[in-house]
């Protein structure tokens, strides 16, 4: 099979869109934003092309853009209502945002992260919202473990990830209520537009799921030692107070996160191993914080209430 | 030894080592000299071995509550740990899938 030319495609889709958008473009500005097996980012001007997963199926992307196109006080709208196909790629075509600063832990919206989620899980869920993605992608997580091969990081990984119930490792349906959730909440599924606040980005994992499972990934970072307990309590207090419903009446919150926040602590763990390995990177002290926890967590029985939950 | 006060039979018993009269009518106790002190020494003996543990020490701040298996965070337990992985781990960790 011929290797496709991507990248240079990619962009010259983005420039043409963006000159429809502005005749007068100033063309600054212009580059690639990211480039992984899993989905192309390039941007022209205010204009930004996704080429996404190879795999993608182009009627859940087409209603995921619904969704975004549906809820632009949340999710960031989408130029286009359907994918076009670049050489058997799903693209996406979407306006220019500001992302949040990765270099200064001090300016991150935590207030606004816990706002977006609860208002996204508050959403009604139509009823041919497809599922979100979330379990799904750590266990894919893990099953990319095969390739590290003989680790000592590998066993403890493993070891937390069989502590967690099946619909947590994508071998079981997602707990009711469902709400409609992000599937892949980080900190660079945040930006901000001209004359907007910010906008949750990326649906590729959006749909009806544990609204919980969102929460998973700040509880994991705070679980980890990563996030510090006033971020935490930032991000907690937002989400509450805009009535987000994964914590609804529960006193402790870690009855209702810890299995998300296991789950996340596994796939971030995976990941970062598999990455290191590939790398041929030593693992460092952030890579063994999540480690670390792996091993706590495969030493500790998950809470079985969720699993309980009708 | 008849009781001062209903005048019926008075019995002694030996209580840890105190001699004890008491009234069989109207159960009234008689000490001799000295045996109330002895009462109270021995009380005081048995207080001290059933004392409840001193009150746990304080907490600095009222930590977040986290699952069992989490990091600890901060203050007592080697907060600069944390401090540490933040700068780290934030550009890495808490902007990727």
Not at chain 1, 148 to 165: I, S
Not at chain 2, 8 to 31: D, K, W
Request: hydrophobic share 40%; with cysteine; aromatic share 6%.
């Amino acid at each position: 099979m011929t290797a496709i030319p991507l990248l240079p495609e990619l962009t010259a889709r983005a420039e043409g869109i963006a000159h429809t958008r502005t005749p007068a473009c100033s063309c600054e500005a212009s580059g690639t934003l990211a480039d992984r097996p899993d989905g192309t980012v390039v941007r022209h001007a205010d204009t930004v092309a996704k080429a996404h997963a190879p795999d993608a199926d182009a009627t859940e992307l087409t209603r995921r853009l619904a969704l975004a196109s549906r809820h632009p006080d949340v999710l960031l709208p989408p130029l286009d209502s359907v994918p076009a196909d670049l050489h058997g790629r799903l693209v996406t075509f979407w306006p220019y945002g500001s992302p949040v600063d990765p270099d200064d832990p001090d300016a991150a919206p935590w207030e606004a992260v816990g706002t977006l989620l609860a208002l996204l899980h508050r959403t009604p869920v139509p009823e041919a919202a497809p599922v979100m993605r979330g379990p799904l992608k750590a266990a894919r997580a893990v099953a990319g473990l095969r390739a590290v091969g003989d680790h000592p990081a590998v066993a403890p990984v493993r070891d937390a990830w069989v502590t967690l119930p099946a619909w947590a490792r994508a071998e079981a349906p997602m707990p009711q209520p469902a709400a409609l959730c992000h599937g892949d909440l980080h900190l660079g599924q945040l930006v901000r537009t001209p004359g907007a606040s910010w906008r949750l980005i990326d649906v590729d994992d959006l749909g009806a799921g544990t609204p919980a499972w969102d929460l998973g990934r700040p509880a994991a970072w705070f679980a980890c030692g990563l996030l510090a307990p006033q971020e935490w309590g930032r991000f907690l207090d937002a989400y509450r107070a805009a009535g987000g419903p994964a914590l609804d009446a529960a006193e402790d919150p870690w009855a209702v996160l810890d299995v998300p926040a296991r789950a996340l602590t596994v796939q971030t763990a995976a990941r970062t191993v598999t990455k290191a390995v590939a790398d041929g990177r030593p693992l460092d002290e952030v890579d063994h914080a999540l480690i670390d926890a792996c091993r706590r967590i495969a030493a500790v029985p998950a809470e079985l209430a969720h699993e309980s939950t009708k | 030894m008849q009781c001062p006060k209903c005048r019926a039979p008075m019995h002694t018993y030996n209580r840890n080592g105190v001699q004890i009269e008491q009234c069989s009518g109207c159960r009234g106790i008689f000490l001799d000299y000295g045996e109330l002190e002895s009462l109270t020494r021995l009380e005081s003996q048995w207080s001290q071995q059933a004392a409840p543990p001193p009150p746990a020490a304080p907490q600095a701040y009222p930590a977040a509550p986290q699952p069992a298996w989490g990091a600890p965070h901060g203050g007592h337990h080697g907060g600069h740990h944390y401090g540490h992985h933040r700068n780290k781990g934030f550009g890495r960790m808490l902007f990727s899938s």
